[in-house]
């Protein structure tokens, strides 16, 4: 079973940046699509961005689009969430899944064909 592991959140003032990380062990990322979610307070889980298998990234929350982009490692085995610009409304625990359903070229912002999950890390984005 592929194990997801977030790192790299904190807090930060408005206007700054973030990079999560989520790295994987007991399988290579390049066999999934990779996507990043974020669930804020009193709010449900929302798909942000994702990696397919074939290296095609997609933006699905047009607050986030100019601002924040995925990437991957294949080196390091891990995927990265670059954050810019970070607003008070970009507070939420980040999580990163994993799909080995999504075709190679498809992504998708729906959680429910995301099987693996990382524990999620804390992004507060306040002055």
């Known amino acids: 079973q592929l194990q997801l592991v977030e790192s790299g959140g904190g807090l930060v003032q408005p206007g700054g940046s973030l990079r999560l990380s989520c790295a994987a062990s007991?399988?290579?990322?390049?066999?999934?699509?990779i996507g990043w979610f974020r669930q804020a307070p009193g709010k449900e889980r929302e798909g942000i961005l994702c990696?397919?298998?074939?290296?095609?990234?997609?933006t699905f929350r047009e607050s986030v689009k100019g601002r924040f982009s995925i990437s991957g490692d294949n080196t390091k085995n891990t995927v990265y969430l670059q954050m810019n610009s970070l607003k008070p409304e970009d507070t939420a625990v980040y999580y990163c899944?994993?799909?080995?359903?999504?075709?190679?070229?498809?992504?998708?912002?729906?959680?429910?064909?995301?099987?693996?999950w990382g524990q999620g890390t804390q992004v507060t984005v306040s002055s």
């Open positions: 899944a994993a799909s080995a359903s999504l075709r190679s070229s498809l992504c998708s912002a729906d959680a429910r064909l995301f099987g693996s």
């Open positions: 007991r399988g290579t990322l390049d066999n999934y699509a």
């Open positions: 990696k397919s298998m074939a290296g095609f990234t997609s």
